[in-house]
């Protein structure tokens, strides 16, 4: 009997342990999600977007003699 | 008792729904202060690129730039790199922090940072410098 008492209490805590756990979830970073608006970002800085060649890529025009 | 414990794991299994659901959520990166810090920098970085290029200024582990070899900047121009140099990071800094008080966690700051710290080296152009793990000059 004891045990079985022992048995649901730890049963109890196990499902307390969980629901704590995904409060924690909850706020974990979105790490996924912030990739994604970081290379947003880097696209738009770095003018990256268009596919094309970057504009930074040009060399600097040559002096003329 | 046994009710209790399957409205437990009903309960559980919602939340790890929402929070999967959370998860995937895009983070809000449109707000003013933002959009002005994006615009900023991209406006400065006309001028870094033959920077980032020369090797003078590198790409470091922390998410923010630094002049890594003044030798390679001609002396006229010294200045000017320290210059954008120090308003590059000051942007960088407020974008991180700005990203993380724009989706209601300020301390998300240091995660978006080492995000933006790892996603700024993939992305760079060969030829750029970065620093590696151990915080050495790379060429990429």
Partial sequence: MNSRRLMLRAAGLAGAAALAGCVTINIYFPAAAAEKAADRIIDEVWQLKDGGAPVNVKPAPEERK | ?140
């Fill in chain 2, 1 to 140: 008792m046994r009710l209790s414990v399957l409205l437990c794991t009903a309960l559980a299994a919602a939340l790890i729904g929402a929070g999967a659901a959370h998860a995937q959520a895009n983070l809000e990166i449109d707000t003013p202060a933002i959009a002005a810090l994006r615009s900023s920098m991209q406006s400065r970085h006309a001028q870094l690129a033959p920077f980032y290029a020369s090797g003078a200024v590198g790409l470091t582990r922390e998410g923010f730039v630094a002049l890594r070899d003044a030798a390679a900047v001609p002396l006229a121009q010294r200045q000017q790199v320290n210059a954008l140099v120090a308003a590059e990071n000051q942007d960088r800094a407020a974008l991180y922090r700005e990203i993380a008080r724009a989706n209601g966690h300020p301390e998300w700051e240091n995660d978006i940072r080492a995000t933006f710290a790892r996603r700024w080296i993939e992305r760079a152009q060969p030829g750029w410098y970065y620093q590696n793990a151990g915080g050495a000059w790379v060429r990429k």
